[in-house]
């Protein structure tokens, strides 16, 4: 199975500054098949990102996704306080879609 | 609007099954696939499969095959997963989800597996 390595663990950013967050697969995802998703605590996740790159539907132009093979990147450019959350990465090239572990974006 | 709205919290003991279910509405069902994905307390997500509710044709994580059945009724736009045999570490909240890249969420359903 593909393995999702995302890093780092936690960031630390304030509210305007520039957020990247990394996502590593172990093997390439087939056809650039990765999602982003955001968590809040007690809700389900939120789809920002699919194909890698195609943003979903309603969400803010400042979440970009970007990369392709085995190196994904999710950037929000300006944060917003709302956007302080967890984030996870999914493969859906290769069954099982497997999920990263989750990048948690704090206020610094 | 879409909605999916899920079957309330169930406590289990180990060995006992579970059944959850997922009522959509706002779109067609039929026309859309019907994704599982857990999390367990403090953890990640981990997806459990997916199945097609225009067919049934189904696709499950390895690890629960044997253990876990997607199934759907579009009479009642219902979705429903079946875990089997449970164990402790199936202690999570349950969520079902339209589509293969899921884009509304149901709300999700604790099940917790104590003796």
């Known amino acids: 199975e593909i393995v999702l390595t995302q890093s780092p663990g936690t960031l630390s950013l304030s509210p305007g500054e520039r957020a990247t967050l990394s996502c590593r697969a172990s093997?390439?995802?087939?056809?650039?098949?990765l999602a982003w998703y955001q968590q809040k605590p007690g809700q389900a996740p939120r789809l920002l990102i699919y194909?890698?790159?195609s943003r979903a539907t309603g969400i803010p132009d400042r979440f970009s996704g970007s990369g392709s093979g085995t190196d994904f990147t999710l950037t929000i450019s300006r944060l917003e306080p709302e956007d302080f959350a967890v984030y996870y990465c999914?493969?859906?090239?290769?069954?099982?879609?497997?999920f990263g572990l989750g990048t948690k974006l704090e206020i610094k | 609007q879409v909605q999916l709205v899920q079957s309330g919290a169930e406590v289990k003991k180990p060995g006992a099954s579970v059944k959850v279910s997922c009522k959509a509405s706002?779109?067609?069902?039929?026309?859309?696939?019907i994704t599982w994905v857990r999390q367990a307390p403090g953890q990640g997500l981990e997806w459990l499969g997916w199945?097609?509710?225009?067919?049934?044709?189904?696709n499950y994580a390895q690890n629960l095959q044997g253990r876990v059945t997607l199934t759907t009724d579009t009479s009642t736009s219902t979705a429903y997963m079946e875990l089997r045999n449970l164990k402790s570490d199936d202690t999570a909240v349950y969520y079902c989800?339209?589509?293969?890249?899921?884009?509304?969420w149901g709300q999700g359903t604790l099940v917790t597996v104590s003796s």
């Open positions: 989800a339209r589509k293969v890249v899921p884009d509304h």
């Open positions: 706002g779109y067609t069902f039929s026309s859309y696939d």
């Open positions: 199945i097609s509710a225009y067919n049934g044709h189904t």
């Open positions: 093997q390439s995802v087939t056809i650039n098949y």
């Open positions: 194909g890698a790159s």
């Open positions: 999914q493969q859906y090239g290769a069954s099982p879609y497997t």
